[in-house]
């Protein structure tokens, strides 16, 4: 199979051109290809009229090419400005690095692209979202003529996100050419000129944005008509209390936080990136100690010292970050889904039952429809979707009643998305109670039946979802209005039954 | 449990997952798997070749005696390199628990009992180990390291750095044997057969039971196997600890078959432990090993010495070749990982 088949791609001085296609379409391929990570077996790459072949990112980056990749590729110990300038640090003429012309030529590069950054500061004491801003400072330090963002909204908030956008709006108008890959078709509208669409190794489209509208973006990358993002609503929630959170504190993250979860409810967490809805989500968990406060399941109350107390009642985490705290990626598939609930492939002294692994392992890559060549498969190996459900999957087998799913459809293509949020939907339906924490107001607002939103570690709102708006959610995540304290006022609150 | 039917939808983008290059891989995985094997193999052809008496009954019996030794250490160290740690310690717990062993048999104490307190103690070592790991949350390099330079010490310290003989009997355990059959057949050594069996017992406890699979779950992904509700501090105790109680079993048989304390002995031991399981397909980052690797690559170090020695070559060549083998061997590791 052919990663990109026969693909043409133009890109033109000082726009932004969006790049957008499912998982596996070969926008990372030719990413690389223009970079010099990979070289193509076929057709040529034309550069400022001349044509050329880049055989590694050394070239690409003295022609003027700058990339930077969903991961930030920096490093954490080094000051902002040594990070920018690594590998091309100045030096004085002893030949000892010049930290002072480093630190200048720094701070001119920040200011050039107005972000207030202090160089000297270590990285690793920055926000997520500040160290992306150092990645874009030092891609520009290259003086590069076309940049290449992969995925660079999907660990900022909405805040930094228009940030963010005033910077490449800036570069555009410099004549830097950006090529803008991003699962997030709704972001596009703010910055796009250009949008190219990829499907299975083919470029399918290059179209003006203005010409082009939402639905037939959609359709030609999924290459079918995606009439509705959501599935239609299945879960009916009850009015039997599942989970009664009350008066949550984690000093410094958490303030005194209080919401109940009912049987058959989808409960989204909205709030803005670094809100407190990982670290919420985690202290129902037991994964991070608290400082004070209770969580109740069906009335009882329950000890929150570790996360192996949370799964005996019956509670599930399902991480934002699947690779690093989700899945044991270098073991099996079914190695995995057993995981959390070993004992019930157990026999007499600790002696694992192979053949009822399989059985249950089979059972779920049936029901959950994950694709996999075998159940023996190394979890590496598996499509993000397929990574997902098989993280559900472990969750299920433990009987887990309340799940709490944090940025479940994270790097995950659209139709794969659209499998998830089915499952959500069914596994409310069959009773369980599901906290979805997630940044995609969409997704949250298409999804869930009520929702609490966070602002600086405190509940600013609860809001039943079919009456609400993502304008008014977002007022509350930014903490322009507040709605109530976060106190006992929560349990009056009915859930309310929403939508068709 | 309660099942959950979800009907499939609609074929959602079928393509999303690669297909190409897996049988490729897989061939790969399997190539990997079974490259210590023919090495070993071929290192043995090799040298029943170019020495004529490689390949007796005698020898193979001598050189498993030999072997057993790094073997048994390098077994215990693979539980503790598989949960992402290391364990320099082995080497002087070796000597320190075959030190206590011949001490309390010389003080009065039944020779049996002598011998399970040499272990336990290489055991407690052990649980230290894990301790400083999990509750002091040291690197398990720096906390193993600590515990080597103790353990030597307090074995020179409690002899006054003297070889004391131990008691009559103490040293049935080293070199008795089994099955001899006269002066053709002298029988199979005990340290063979315990070598055997405590590799069969830990190759079924690291594949089969919960207690191995926790101990790759760490490994492969700390974090996940905490939320998962693995309790990570355990996991690791129990780690260190087998390494500590393999170690001891060593200590008493190396102090058992020399017939007295030792407290100098086994120096550097935990090195070649450590070359055994990495030859053998244990990963340092974590996650990966078996058994049967550590097995095998312990018998690639000890058939390149023996033979190395009968073809003529001498000691400081065989250092030579055997540092290439854990580099060659590591390289593999790399090359696997980058996959």
Not at chain 1, 402 to 428: C, H, N, Q, S, W
Request: glycine share 10%; proline share 3%; aromatic share 6%.
């Amino acid at each position: 199979m052919k990663a990109l088949d026969r693909v043409s791609f133009d890109l033109r001085k000082g726009e932004v051109h969006a790049l957008v296609g499912e998982n596996g379409a070969g926008k990372s391929t030719l990413m690389k290809i223009l970079s010099g990570v990979y070289q193509a077996d076929e057709g040529t790459i034309r550069y400022k009229g001349n044509v050329v072949s880049f055989r590694d990112v050394t070239e690409s980056h003295k022609a003027g090419i700058g990339i930077i990749y969903q991961e930030l590729n920096l490093i954490p110990h080094l000051s902002v400005a040594a990070n920018i300038f690594i590998g091309r640090e100045p030096l004085t003429q002893f030949g000892a690095l010049d930290e002072k012309k480093m630190n200048a030529d720094a701070a001119a590069v920040l200011s050039r692209l107005n972000i207030r950054l202090d160089p000297t500061i270590i990285l690793n004491r920055l926000p997520v979202s500040k160290q992306q801003m150092v990645e874009i400072a030092k891609a520009l330090s290259l003086d590069s003529e076309v940049l290449i963002m992969d995925e660079p909204t999907s660990a900022l908030s909405e805040a930094e996100i228009d940030e963010l956008f005033t910077i490449i709006h800036a570069l555009r108008d410099h004549g830097v050419a950006i090529i803008y890959i991003s699962h997030r078709l709704d972001e596009l509208k703010h910055i796009v000129d250009r949008i190219s669409i990829f499907r299975d190794g083919h470029s399918v489209s290059t179209d003006d944005y203005a010409a082009i509208n939402m639905d037939e973006i959609v359709n030609r990358m999924v290459g079918r008509k995606l009439e509705n993002q959501f599935p239609p609503k299945v879960n009916v929630p009850t009015k039997e209390k599942l989970l009664e959170v009350r008066n949550i504190v984690r000093r410094g993250i958490l303030h005194d936080i209080s919401f109940d979860l009912y049987r058959g409810e989808i409960l989204g967490i909205a709030g803005l990136m670094g809100a407190g809805r990982s670290e919420l989500g985690r202290a129902i968990f037991g994964a991070d100690l608290i400082d004070g406060g209770e969580v109740a399941m069906n009335g009882r109350k329950l000890s929150l010292k570790s996360p192996s107390d949370a799964i005996e009642a019956g509670i599930a985490y399902l991480s934002e970050n699947r690779k690093e705290e989700g899945l044991a990626v270098k073991m099996q598939l079914a190695e995995n889904i057993t995981m959390a609930n070993v004992q019930e492939i157990s026999q007499r002294f600790g002696v694992l039952s192979r053949n009822r692994e399989m059985e249950v392992a089979q059972q779920y890559v049936k029901d959950l429809v994950i694709k996999t060549p075998s159940l023996s498969q190394v979890v590496n190996n598996l499509s993000g979707g397929n990574q997902q459900k098989t993280v559900v999957a472990k969750w299920l087998f433990c009987d887990s009643k309340i799940l709490i799913f944090d940025e479940p459809t994270r790097g995950i293509d659209v139709g794969a998305k659209f499998a998830i949020y089915e499952l959500m939907g069914a596994l409310a339906r069959d009773g369980r109670g599901i906290i979805m924490i997630s940044s995609d107001l969409p997704e949250i607002l298409g999804l869930t039946d009520r929702l609490v939103v966070l602002h600086e570690g405190s509940l600013v709102a609860t809001l039943t979802t079919a009456e609400t708006t993502q304008e008014e959610i977002l007022t509350y995540a930014a903490g322009i209005a507040t709605a109530e304290k976060g106190d006992a006022r929560m349990s009056n609150q009915k859930p309310t039954q929403t939508r068709e | 449990m309660t099942q959950l039917t979800i009907k499939p939808v609609k074929e959602v983008s079928p393509k999303t997952e690669k297909t190409s290059g897996r049988f490729g891989s897989a061939l790969l995985n399997n190539f990997e798997k079974f490259l210590p094997y023919v090495v070993l193999i071929v290192l043995i052809i090799v040298f029943s070749i170019t020495a004529t008496n490689f390949f007796t009954l005698r020898n193979i019996l001598s050189l498993m005696l030999q072997t057993s030794t790094v073997t048994l250490m390098g077994i215990g160290v693979t539980f503790a390199i598989i949960t992402g740690g290391i364990d320099l310690s082995i080497g002087s717990l070796v000597a320190l628990t075959g030190t206590v062993a011949v001490m309390v048999a010389i003080a009065g104490v039944p020779i049996w009992l002598s011998w399970i307190i040499g272990m336990l103690t290489g055991a407690f070592c052990g649980l230290l180990n894990g301790l400083m790991v999990t509750r002091l949350k040291l690197p398990p390099f720096i906390a193993t390291l600590g515990m080597m330079l103790v353990a030597r010490g307090v074995a020179l310290t409690i002899t006054n750095a003297a070889a004391y003989p131990a008691p009559e009997g103490f040293g049935n355990l080293g070199n008795g044997t089994i099955f001899g059959t006269g002066p053709k057949f002298p029988g199979i050594p005990y340290p063979v057969i315990i070598m055997v069996a405590v590799a069969f017992l830990f190759h079924f406890i690291l594949s089969k039971t919960r207690a191995g699979r926790y101990t790759y779950a760490v490994g492969s992904n700390e974090e996940a196997a905490r939320l998962s509700g693995i309790k990570i501090s355990q996991v690791k105790n129990i780690a260190y600890i087998i390494s500590g109680l393999l170690a001891g079993l060593v200590g008493i048989i190396l102090a058992s078959r020399m017939v007295t304390s030792q407290p100098n002995s086994a120096s550097g031991y935990e090195l070649n432990a450590i070359a055994a399981a990495v030859i053998g397909g244990t990963s340092l980052m974590g996650g990966v090993g078996t058994v049967g690797g550590t097995v095998i690559g312990s018998f690639i170090i000890g058939t390149l010495t023996v033979g190395l020695t009968m073809s003529g070559a001498n000691y400081y060549v065989q250092q030579i070749v055997i540092g290439l083998v854990v580099i060659g061997a590591v390289t593999f590791d790399q090359f696997r990982g980058r996959k």
